[in-house]
Every structure is written in structure tokens, then in C-alpha cells.
């Protein structure tokens, strides 16, 4: 029975006669304020003192807030009506700021627009909202300019008559534009766009009879324009692979047509970039195919630029692996740390005791999210807040959903044991009452925290290595370390319970994440090493960094002794520059070491070159799995013609602009989580039965079958000959 049955059939209808006068908002005001009359919106009423004042709920919370002049304030003195103040000063506060951030924002991207003028007009005006003059049309003889000299109230009266029209013209602007997205399915978040907005300023800028490029315009000549003012703009990375290296990544992806194409990406410590696709279609994927296509790869970027190739751990790039170690013995060739780490998740999600919280976790998502009246009523409680977190993997979705249902787990109780939920006739299955009973379970709740306890450690190794904000190389390797260290910890140091949990991560650790190229960067990073000298002296640090040096200069014996045998000692002992007070910068851990090195590192010549291009490298091929959006949004079925080269014209374009935008918005901190998506491809085990299976980024542990003699996984053979596609039924079947 619901704890609020005992309401009686008076007191519902009158609280659904107030729910009629409340705006179906979030916004704070409607918690202290409802409208006075259902049907104008303008009008409402505060709750607190009874006030009546039109203009909206804007209005109310300058009342509430004893801010403005055009209200009166509220006259309550209660406790309620003090916080109501906080709370509203605080949003009109952060509405103003974001006016202002706004505005400032779009004259920067207008700033940006030049559009070269012919000749000279007198008609020529400074437009709302515009640094450069604009060209009037033939609607504008009928105003004037505003005259700086006019008496106030005839300045008031122009500019009133100036601002109408403006907003006349600029709806009528609007329909056209409106028109054209929705004719051709533009999607609506492609106006939030910086390129959509400088665009209209050129368009504005270069005034009336503007003619629109044609088609074989867009596809070739312009096309080709772009493409290389978007190289000019990777200039500076060019410059950074030739000072402190980078890394190569590749993957194979599958288009519309069932085209194979390969992708190549490089990685410095200026970001990530694309740098170009081949079509595959026409041989297999076996090691020598990779290997030849990373080999020029590297012939084109040059041998001395590269360091590393990072790839996932499929069994065909570990052939190549060993057939680049053959003719380039200098260069690394190291497994993604995203890829393995996301194994890791996935290998501990399938241990019983965490799989049965996130099934019962999918279940009540499930239900929730399949019937419009359960998801109305969710929202309703937790203030228009999701439950479900898309990630950019299964496992990370997994990890922010549960998160969500923690930090809601309050209003979810609410939610099952409310009078609204059980009026719903969706909640009489009994799937219904499996939701109730899972959030209203006291174990459930207990095995969520154990289960994030011991997820967070990992996710936030992931997040470091998934960032691409800063070269995660030199704090790989001891973040897992303190990972391992904090799981057992949340077990109570308990062997029994933590050893299974520990097994999963040393298993798929082992031989990826624990190379000599990781080990080094763990040791020259003084963060750690400086922390815990005892690293020095750790037989498994010092033989993989023995190893590394020895292929870092390969056939320089004089550089092998030098910073192994003499230099080394000195970063051990912080000789010279390395007992500067200022080099303690090191305990910081958002300080970057490679230019830590580049500073102090100056005595120790043959250790600084190493320490610096290897603490300036990825960890993580990430990167380029980003890639595939990029590839699918062009490619669409309207546009399956496209050959490959325009489509990795297009694709270099969208996904370096893009890359170059998402790295700024990290680290202006527009962007909270790099682990969140805007896509719920990921999340769709939430959402659906046999949602998983939508997952488009496919783990493999690399232990694949193979046809015998010729180094092919046989999954590679199933997807070239479409075998899945097949097996699904058809229309006609």
C-alpha cells in the first residue's frame, strides 16, 4: 500500500487543480511562485506572501530575491523565504553570467568573420549585433539610423521603432533557415554550431544578392580550400612530432557498403590527429597488410619522429607488432590503455556479484524508460534529471549510470512509494513490482556502493588515459598501482574477497600495460619515483628500464651506458638541478613531466631526450576509435557515393575541427566527464532488452581463433563475407 493512499478525494483534486497552475518547469521559481491563471503565463503569484505581479517567472524571482526595481519585494520572513532569496539571487545570478559569457562569445566568433567589400555605399549602416557595416536592402529606406544628438525620448522612439523591425526581419530570416533544416533533417544542435554562426556573419557581412556555391563547388574546389586551411591549423603539431615525437594508431572500420577502411592517426602532446584512411576492401587484414600500411606511415612522418604505434590487442596487430620489431627495432609498439582497462571492466562486471547488480540496475532502467507515464513520473521527482548516463563504452555507461541511481537514490524510494506510481496502470506487471522491490532493497543499495567502490578506482584511470587533455604515459602505470591499492582497501584488505577482483586486472595488465616503455615512464616521472625512492630498486622497474633504454638507442652503446650507468644516478640522488627548490613542482599531480625534464634535465643530456619524448606520449588509441562517428555521420545512405578520397577529405575536416574544439572545451572545463556522450549508442542495455548488442565498439581480449596458415581471426573472415547480415531475418523471410 502506498503511503500516501490516505489522501482523500477533496485534497486530490484540489492538488491537481494547483498542478494546473504550476508550470510543468524546473526552474527554481516555480517552487515558491504559481500562475494565477492557467491560461496567461505572464501573471503569477508568489506563495510566501501572496503577491500578484505580471511578467513572468523571471519577475517572481527578482521579487523573491529583493533584486531590480520593477517589483516589489517579498514580505515573508520565514525560514522558507530566506532561502527562496539564496536560491533565486543564485539563478538570476548564474542566468546573468551566462548572458554575458554568451554575448562575449558570439563577438569573438563574429570578430573572426572578414569579408573583403567592393567599392563604397552610403546606405552602409553598423548592424545589431555586428562589428562591420552592412549593406541595407530595400525594407530599410523606410528607417533611419539612430541620431547620437536626438533629445532622450525621441532616441527611445527610434530605437523602439529600429528594434521591432529588426525582430520582424530577423523571424522572417529565421523561417527560411528553419526551412532548409527541416526539408533536408539538419539536426537542431547544429545551430549551438561556432562554424553555423560564422557563417551567418558572412552572409550578413557580405549583404544582398549573395549566389550559394553549387554542388560541384562544395565537393571540389572549396572542399580542397578547407582541407588545407585544416592542415595549416595542425601546423603546430608538426612541429612538435620533429621536437619530442609522437605515436602512430590505426583500426580497421566497415562502411555502408561494407568497404573496409583503415584509419591512421597520429598523437603528440599537442593532441590528437587525424591524418588519413585507405580502403582495404580488396585484401585481408592480416599482420603483413598493417604492418606495410604503419610502415610508410612512419617513412612518411619520419623514423627519428616516431616512438610509439599504439593499437588494440587483436591477434593480427601483434603479428605486425613483431614484424616492425624486425626492420624498426627503435620503435614501440604498445597495447591502448582505454582497450585493456575497458577489459578490465568488463572481465569484473561478469564476476557474479557485480553482474547481478547492474542486471537489476538494467531492469528497473528497462521498465522505467519503456513506458511514457513511469519515465514522466521519474522526471517529475528527480526535477527533469536522467537516470541513465550514456558513455562512451558499455562499461563506462555502466559505471555513470550507477552513479546516478546513487546520488538519486533518495528520490527513487520516493518515486516507488508514492500514490502517483501506484495510480499508474503500467506498474501493475510484474516487472513493475521486480523495479519496486530492487529500489526499495536494502542489499541492493549495499552491493551499488561496494560496486562503485570498487569500479571507481579503474574509471578514473580511464578517464586520465581517455582525455586527451595532457600525454597520460608517465602516470599510467602508477595510477593502476594505486588502483590495485585502493580495491583492496574497499575489501578490508581481505585476500578472500579482493584476490578475484585483482586476478582480472593482473591478467589482462600483464604484458600490456606493464611493458618496458610503461615502466620507465613510471620511473622517470618524479611524481612517483621521488615519492617512493624505493622504485629505484625494484628489479622488475630496473630490467624494463634497462630494456627500454637499449631500444630507445638502439646502436648507440655511448648513449646506452650514459643514461643508464651515469645519469640515472643523478635523477636518483637529485644532483645538480634536480635539488632545486623549484623542481618540487613534481608533487603536483597536474604538473606535466615531460617539460618537468625539459627544465632540469638539462645536466643529464641522454636521460632528458628519453624522459621528454617518452613522458610526452599517449597511452591510449582512443583517439581514433572517435573516428567511426565521423565516418558514419558523412557517410550516410544519401551519400554512399562518395569516393573514399573526398570521404577522408571530409572526414580529416570534421574530426580534426572537431578534435581541436573538444580539446579546448576540456580545457576550459566545458566539458565535465570525457567519459560522457551525447550518444546513447553505448547506453542502450538501459534503455532496451538485448540493448548491449547495439554497442558499437567491440572489446576482444586479442585471443582469437585463426584460420590455420594464415594469421586471419576468423571474425574478420565472418564480418568480410557479411555473416551476421545474413543470419538476421529478412522482410521477405
Known sequence: MSIEQGVSAPDATGTEATNLLKRNSYNVGWEYGVLVDASNKDKVKCKLCDKEMRGGIHRLKEHLAHEGKNVKKCTARTPQAMEAKEKCKKALADAKRKREEKTVRELEIREEVHVSRVGTDSDEVTCIGSSEPHKLGPIDKWTRAIDPKATKSDSLKQQQLNKELWKERTNEVHKYIARWAYTHGIAFNACDNDGFKQMCEAIEQFGPGLIPPTQDALRGKLLEEEYERTKSLLQEREAEKMKNGCSIMTDTWSDRKRRSIMNLCTNCADGTSFISSKEMSHVSHTSEVIFDLVDKAIEEIGPNNVVQVVTDNASNNMGAKRLLEEKRPHIFWTSCAAHTINLMLQGISNMTQFKKVVDQEKAFTIFVYGHTRTLECLRYFTEGKEVVRPGVTRFASNFLTLSSMQEK?????????????????????????????????????????????????????????????????????????????????????????????????????????????????????PHYSYSDPSIFDQPKISEGFIA?????????????????????????????????????????????????????????????????????????????????SGFEGIHTKKRNRLTTTRLNKLVYIQFNSKLLSKRENIKSNKITDVLLSSDTTEAQGFLQEGGDDCALVDFRDGKEDEMEGTGIPWSVIGETVGADEQLKLHRSA
Open 548 to 628: 627500454c633504454v637499449e631500444k630507445f638507442y638502439y646502436h648507440d652503446e655511448d648513449k646506452q651506458h650514459q643514461a643508464a650507468n651515469i645519469e640515472l644516478k643523478k635523477f636518483q640522488n637529485r644532483e645538480g638541478p634536480f635539488s632545486k627548490n623549484l623542481a618540487r613542482t613534481f608533487e603536483n599531480f597536474d604538473y606535466n613531466p615531460a617539460s618537468w625534464w625539459r627544465l632540469y634535465g638539462y645536466e643529464t643530456p641522454a636521460l632528458q631526450k628519453m624522459a621528454t619524448r617518452i613522458l610526452s606520449l599517449t597511452s591510449s588509441s582512443s583517439g581514433y576509435e572517435r573516428n567511426w
Open 409 to 525: 537514490k533518495d528520490q527513487l524510494r520516493k518515486i516507488v512509494v508514492h500514490s502517483r506510481w501506484d495510480s499508474l496502470k503500467d506498474v501493475k506487471s510484474k516487472k513493475e513490482k521486480e523495479a519496486t522491490t530492487t529500489i526499495l532493497s536494502p542489499s541492493f543499495w549495499k552491493d551499488v556502493k561496494l560496486t562503485l567502490t570498487i569500479f571507481e578506482p579503474l574509471v578514473k584511470v580511464l578517464r586520465l588515459v581517455d582525455g586527451d587533455v595532457r600525454p597520460s604515459m608517465g602516470f599510467l602505470y602508477g595510477e593502476l598501482l594505486k588502483a590495485k591499492r585502493q580495491i583492496k582497501e574497499a575489501f578490508g584488505n581481505v585476500e578472500a574477497r579482493f584476490k578475484d577482483v585483482i586476478a582480472v586486472i593482473n591478467k589482462k595488465m600483464n604484458g600490456r600495460l606493464d611493458s618496458p616503455l610503461h615502466l620507465t615512464a613510471y620511473l622517470l616521472n
